[in-house]
């Protein structure tokens, strides 16, 4: 058994450790907010945080998390720049179908976390690991932009 | 792991027994504020209408929110928001007072009133239901206000409605709509009320606040893929690889012996591993060895696939639309009056990619059939498992979900069908989960399409003019009555009627199929047509020193309305200035494009900058667009700026090629979508209309191919025909 602290609550887990977080996450916690799209990190729908890092899930063994802390879209809106960015996110209507802006916002968070106002070339280098099928790209990039200035 | 079968329908007991960490809290250091509960789920089995029933959209429960029932599926269109809006506008409600409910298939109350079938597509949401839901709202508001007339024995036309509130004014006397929804609900309808005159219009026309979003931002959404039923088990499947192959052998003992797989399901075409997790079933299905029999699609190579479709183009067509006799003036050849041009333009196969990829929960027992899914076709999806099992259609319930992108990729009951299948095998429901790989690779694609154009140019002018158009009929397997006399109507929409003056015409279709499985695609036909129409412009300006905006302005003369949008594109893009220098290739161009498909009319400019190798970068886009009267123009321009991005990733990047009758493309490292650093600013400019309303979902994919196509032609002076476009054709030797 492994434990995993999920959005500062702890999970036991009985998943084979080698398990990616992410179907951990989905199939045995229910934290079905954090998506599958790609299964070899080419999309970004996966990421979470751990320890505050933006990490593609579907490449991170559960056994390997060990005591750093996941935080999923579930949790993110706990966090003031979590929060700013998914409340940019209702501003400026970026969402369309909606399966990859969990992704996103968690990248984007990560971002803002990190560098508390990015330009266009560091928005491109944290967020282009993230597709958008329906193309909201445009928005992702005013909305950044905008819970960096709120 | 599986879920308890005992445990609460809405997953809240789940768990408890198993993931709570026993002891140890401090271990895990100082974050920890409380031991783990499951995420309590709200999933599928809400919502449902409640209350009473003013007639199949409305529901009016005593207190809370008002259900509105929505015939049109959301898959982040915005459909949603502007069905809500018409409803809510008529019946005098707030977006914040309704809760949104997916129809089920029921063609008699929610079929499409244009295909008939129950189908959300072909960007027709708002032209088909904007006037049936605002009757629909309308009639219930009728319903209300003649309950509370009755009771306070008034005219209804001395009644007010504002926010769910019926009011009599001149008495201040006041009842909430859900007061007197029993009884109205047991009133006859109305026949014919009088819906608002626009200028009394609220929410029609404003930028309301999309419904959908606040959820999904959260992580609260619940699509298909996310559904968890008590007891549920996964599901990883694996069909040939050559397309329409056949199993030959597999050995289960390598799969059963992984740890938490189940079971192994052995279809005629596929094999399918059920597990504990999906990762379980993943793991499972990658412990098989199986041998297939290719079958008939095992010589289909992509050249052969080029070649015979361009063959098929050569052969009878039927005739679309004829108009004088562009045949005979076209067959003078060279020798004719003016200058004579012929281009052919080619159009790959195209795989869906949406993000949620094909998935379908499915739970058969006590011979019903349970299905949880998104789809675009309730009913298809529906009366496709009812086929399966061999049941009645009315066993068989599907409840939809928010789809997590559509793109014509969920109308098709193909998949509900292949997840049917396995799990009539399968005790307790199962989800069924492609793998991108796999979503890819048995997609039903884009077709392929041929597009020959000839025409004679004399004193700037199109004097004949012939299409013809190659693929196959969608529309002949998908809706029959719509394919009449030979003529697919959505291959050929947007050759048939081309906005411009083109002289003689002849325009006509090849119906050619080749065993490769096809379906709609965001864009439909005028993905191809218009592509090709307006990459052939721009050919035929540019053999005539034209310039290829002052070439399309003198074919409108006679279409005041779609010059207009040509110029207002051209006007914001600056045309005929100099293309900015840019730092991603020497090379840059800006191209134009118009169309009129969808109702709706568009025209585009692009730039690019084209490195020396034949990279092509889109640097900026603009469109013009005048859709006709808008619900919600902030979700048009939204449409038009996504459809944009999945359009220039079609033209720069998208293609699906076989060999040997296997899909060589499999994830998003070989089927690449465009990034946040490769899209370039999407500036957009709506007319203000009063035309009627048109489509926006698809028409921003269509428009912006061929003008970043014919930016391309500007950039090298080369026009590509066969897309994606090729760098190799475009690299400049130094």
Same mark, same amino acid.
């Given at each position: 058994?492994?434990?995993?602290?999920?959005? =500062?609550?702890?999970?036991?887990?009985?998943?084979?450790?080698?398990?990616?977080?992410?179907?951990?996450?989905?199939?045995?916690?229910?934290?079905?907010?954090?998506?599958? =799209?790609?299964?070899?990190?080419?999309? $970004? #729908?996966?990421? #979470?945080?751990?320890? =505050?890092?933006?990490?593609?899930?579907?490449?991170?063994?559960? $056994?390997?998390?060990?005591?750093?802390?996941?935080?999923?879209?579930?949790? #993110?809106?706990?966090?003031?720049?979590?929060?700013?960015?998914?409340?940019?996110?209702?501003?400026?209507? #970026?969402?369309?179908?909606?399966?990859?802006?969990? $992704?996103?916002?968690?990248?984007?968070?990560?971002?803002?976390?990190?560098?508390?106002?990015?330009?266009?070339?560091?928005?491109?280098?944290?967020?282009?690991?993230?597709?958008?099928?329906?193309?909201?790209?445009?928005?992702?990039?005013?909305?950044?932009?905008?819970?960096?200035?709120? | 792991?599986?879920?308890?079968?005992?445990?609460?329908?809405?997953?809240?007991?789940?768990?408890?027994?198993?993931?709570?960490?026993?002891?140890?809290?401090?271990?895990?250091?100082?974050?920890?504020?409380?031991?783990?509960?499951? +995420?309590?789920?709200?999933?599928?089995?809400?919502?449902?209408?409640?209350?009473?029933?003013?007639?199949?959209?409305?529901?009016?429960?005593?207190?809370?929110?008002?259900?509105?029932?929505?015939?049109?599926?959301?898959?982040?269109?915005?459909?949603?928001?502007?069905?809500?809006?018409?409803?809510?506008?008529?019946?005098?409600?707030?977006?914040?007072?309704?809760?949104?409910?997916?129809?089920?298939?029921?063609?008699?109350?929610?079929?499409?009133?244009?295909? &008939?079938?129950?189908?959300?597509?072909?960007?027709?949401?708002?032209?088909?239901?904007?006037?049936?839901?605002?009757?629909?709202?309308?009639?219930?508001?009728?319903? !209300?206000?003649?309950?509370?007339?009755?009771?306070?024995?008034?005219?209804?036309?001395?009644?007010?409605?504002?926010?769910?509130?019926?009011?009599?004014?001149?008495?201040?006397?006041?009842?909430?709509?859900?007061?007197?929804?029993?009884?109205?609900?047991?009133?006859?309808?109305?026949?014919?009320?009088?819906?608002?005159?626009?200028?009394?219009?609220?929410?029609?026309?404003?930028?309301?606040?999309?419904?959908?979003?606040?959820?999904?931002?959260?992580?609260?959404?619940?699509?298909?893929?996310?559904?968890?039923?008590?007891?549920?088990?996964?599901?990883?499947?694996?069909?040939?690889?050559?397309?329409?192959?056949?199993?030959?052998?597999?050995?289960?003992?390598?799969?059963?012996?992984?740890?938490?797989?189940?079971?192994?399901? *052995?279809?005629?075409?596929?094999?399918? /591993?059920?597990?504990?997790?999906?990762?379980?079933?993943?793991?499972?299905?990658?412990?098989?060895?199986?041998?297939?029999?290719?079958?008939?699609?095992?010589?289909?190579?992509?050249?052969?696939?080029?070649?015979?479709?361009?063959?098929?183009?050569?052969?009878?067509?039927?005739?679309?639309?004829?108009?004088?006799? +562009?045949?005979?003036?076209?067959?003078?050849?060279?020798?004719?009056?003016?200058?004579?041009?012929? +281009?052919?333009?080619?159009?790959?196969?195209?795989?869906?990619?949406?993000?949620?990829?094909?998935?379908?929960?499915?739970?058969?027992?006590?011979?019903?059939?349970?299905?949880?899914? %998104?789809?675009?076709?309730?009913? &298809?999806?529906?009366? %496709? +498992?009812?086929?399966?099992? %061999?049941?009645?259609?009315?066993?068989?319930? /599907?409840?939809?979900?928010?789809?997590?992108?559509?793109?014509?990729?969920?109308?098709?009951?193909?998949?509900?069908?292949?997840?049917?299948?396995?799990?009539?095998?399968?005790?307790?429901?199962?989800?069924?989960?492609?793998?991108?790989?796999?979503?890819?690779?048995?997609?039903?694609?884009?077709?392929?399409?041929?597009?020959?154009?000839?025409?004679?140019?004399?004193?700037?002018?199109?004097?004949?003019?012939?299409?013809?158009?190659?693929?196959?009929?969608?529309?002949?397997?998908?809706?029959?009555?719509?394919?009449?006399?030979?003529?697919?109507?959505?291959?050929?929409?947007?050759?048939?009627?081309?906005?411009?003056?083109?002289?003689?015409?002849?325009?006509?279709?090849?119906?050619?199929?080749?065993?490769?499985?096809?379906?709609?695609?965001?864009?439909?036909?005028?993905?191809?047509?218009?592509?090709?129409?307006?990459?052939?412009?721009?050919?035929?300006?540019?053999?005539?020193?034209?310039?290829?905006?002052?070439?399309?302005?003198?074919?409108?003369?006679?279409?005041?309305?779609? !010059?207009?949008?040509?110029?207002?594109?051209?006007?914001?893009?600056?045309?005929?200035?100099?293309?900015?220098?840019?730092?991603?290739?020497?090379?840059?161009?800006?191209?134009?494009?118009?169309?009129?498909?969808?109702?709706?009319? !568009?025209?585009?400019?692009?730039? *690019?900058?084209?490195?020396?190798?034949?990279?092509?970068?889109?640097?900026?886009?603009?469109?013009?667009?005048? /859709?006709?009267?808008?619900?919600?123009?902030?979700?048009?321009?939204?449409?038009?700026?996504?459809?944009?991005?999945?359009?220039?990733?079609?033209?720069?990047?998208?293609?699906?090629?076989?060999?040997?009758?296997?899909?060589?493309?499999?994830?998003?490292?070989? &089927?690449?979508?465009?990034?946040?650093?490769?899209?370039?600013?999407?500036?957009?400019?709506?007319?203000?209309?009063?035309?009627?309303?048109?489509?926006? %979902?698809?028409?921003?994919?269509?428009?912006?191919?061929?003008?970043?196509?014919?930016?391309?032609?500007?950039?090298?002076?080369?026009?590509?025909?066969?897309?994606? !476009?090729?760098?190799?054709?475009?690299?400049?030797?130094?």
């Amino acid at each position: 058994m492994t434990a995993i602290t999920v959005n =500062g609550k702890i999970y036991e887990v009985a998943s084979e450790a080698r398990t990616p977080l992410l179907w951990v996450l989905r199939d045995e916690l229910g934290l079905t907010g954090t998506k599958f =799209g790609c299964g070899i990190a080419q999309c $970004g #729908v996966c990421t #979470v945080h751990v320890d =505050g890092v933006a990490v593609r899930s579907c490449q991170m063994p559960v $056994g390997t998390v060990g005591q750093r802390a996941v935080t999923t879209i579930e949790g #993110v809106g706990s966090t003031t720049v979590g929060a700013r960015v998914q409340k940019a996110w209702l501003d400026l209507e #970026v969402v369309q179908c909606g399966y990859c802006q969990p $992704g996103q916002i968690m990248a984007a968070a990560a971002l803002l976390a990190a560098n508390p106002d990015p330009d266009d070339n560091a928005i491109d280098a944290a967020m282009s690991g993230n597709l958008c099928r329906c193309g909201t790209y445009v928005r992702i990039r005013e909305g950044i932009k905008h819970a960096a200035r709120s | 792991m599986p879920l308890d079968p005992e445990e609460r329908r809405d997953g809240a007991g789940r768990l408890s027994r198993r993931s709570l960490l026993r002891g140890g809290a401090a271990a895990l250091g100082g974050l920890v504020l409380g031991i783990s509960l499951p +995420a309590k789920r709200a999933r599928a089995d809400k919502p449902r209408a409640v209350g009473a029933a003013m007639n199949a959209f409305v529901h009016i429960p005593t207190q809370g929110s008002v259900s509105l029932i929505m015939p049109a599926v959301e898959m982040g269109q915005g459909v949603y928001t502007s069905q809500a809006m018409c409803m809510a506008e008529e019946l005098d409600i707030g977006l914040d007072q309704i809760e949104a409910i997916h129809a089920p298939p029921d063609r008699e109350h929610y079929g499409h009133p244009i295909f &008939y079938v129950q189908a959300t597509g072909g960007s027709t949401t708002t032209m088909a239901w904007t006037e049936p839901l605002r009757k629909a709202g309308a009639t219930a508001r009728a319903m !209300l206000v003649s309950v509370a007339a009755a009771e306070w024995n008034v005219p209804a036309a001395e009644l007010v409605t504002e926010r769910g509130v019926i009011t009599h004014t001149a008495s201040g006397r006041a009842l909430s709509y859900g007061e007197v929804a029993d009884r109205a609900g047991r009133l006859q309808p109305p026949t014919d009320v009088a819906l608002k005159s626009p200028d009394r219009f609220r929410l029609i026309g404003t930028r309301a606040r999309r419904i959908d979003t606040p959820d999904k931002v959260v992580g609260r959404t619940v699509y298909g893929i996310d559904v968890i039923r008590p007891g549920m088990t996964f599901a990883a499947l694996m069909a040939s690889p050559v397309l329409g192959g056949k199993l030959d052998h597999v050995d289960e003992a390598p799969a059963l012996a992984m740890p938490g797989v189940r079971q192994v399901v *052995v279809l005629e075409d596929i094999v399918a /591993v059920v597990g504990d997790t999906t990762w379980a079933a993943e793991q499972g299905l990658c412990a098989l060895h199986m041998t297939w029999s290719p079958g008939a699609n095992a010589s289909l190579d992509q050249a052969r696939l080029w070649a015979d479709t361009e063959t098929a183009s050569t052969g009878p067509g039927v005739t679309v639309r004829k108009e004088g006799d +562009a045949a005979g003036k076209l067959a003078a050849g060279k020798r004719g009056a003016g200058t004579l041009i012929e +281009a052919s333009y080619e159009l790959p196969f195209l795989a869906h990619a949406s993000m949620e990829v094909q998935n379908c929960t499915v739970h058969v027992h006590d011979g019903v059939c349970e299905i949880w899914v %998104g789809t675009q076709v309730p009913g &298809y999806a529906q009366a %496709g +498992a009812a086929q399966v099992l %061999g049941i009645a259609p009315e066993k068989v319930t /599907v409840n939809n979900h928010l789809i997590g992108g559509g793109f014509g990729g969920r109308l098709e009951a193909a998949p509900v069908v292949t997840a049917t299948r396995i799990a009539q095998k399968v005790a307790g429901p199962v989800k069924v989960i492609w793998s991108r790989e796999q979503d890819i690779r048995q997609d039903m694609f884009r077709p392929l399409y041929h597009n020959r154009l000839t025409a004679r140019v004399e004193n700037g002018r199109v004097t004949a003019w012939h299409h013809r158009v190659t693929g196959p009929s969608i529309l002949a397997r998908w809706l029959p009555p719509a394919f009449k006399d030979g003529i697919d109507s959505d291959a050929i929409d947007g050759a048939a009627e081309p906005p411009y003056a083109l002289g003689e015409m002849l325009v006509d279709y090849v119906r050619h199929e080749n065993g490769v499985p096809f379906s709609f695609w965001r864009g439909v036909g005028p993905n191809s047509t218009v592509f090709s129409v307006e990459s052939f412009l721009d050919l035929l300006a540019r053999k005539t020193g034209t310039d290829p905006v002052t070439f399309r302005r003198g074919l409108l003369e006679r279409n005041p309305r779609a !010059l207009a949008v040509l110029n207002a594109a051209a006007a914001k893009a600056g045309w005929g200035s100099p293309v900015p220098q840019s730092p991603f290739g020497r090379r840059t161009g800006r191209g134009v494009a118009l169309m009129h498909a969808f109702g709706s009319l !568009l025209a585009c400019v692009a730039e *690019v900058a084209v490195t020396d190798g034949g990279d092509v970068r889109v640097t900026k886009v603009v469109v013009a667009a005048d /859709v006709g009267r808008v619900i919600n123009p902030d979700t048009v321009v939204a449409q038009i700026q996504g459809g944009v991005v999945f359009g220039i990733a079609a033209v720069l990047h998208n293609r699906i090629t076989l060999a040997g009758g296997r899909v060589e493309q499999s994830n998003f490292n070989d &089927y690449r979508l465009l990034r946040i650093n490769e899209t370039p600013a999407i500036e957009v400019e709506l007319l203000s209309s009063t035309q009627s309303s048109g489509g926006i %979902g698809e028409p921003g994919t269509v428009i912006v191919q061929p003008a970043v196509a014919n930016a391309v032609f500007a950039a090298t002076g080369t026009q590509l025909t066969r897309m994606p !476009l090729d760098a190799s054709l475009i690299a400049r030797s130094v």
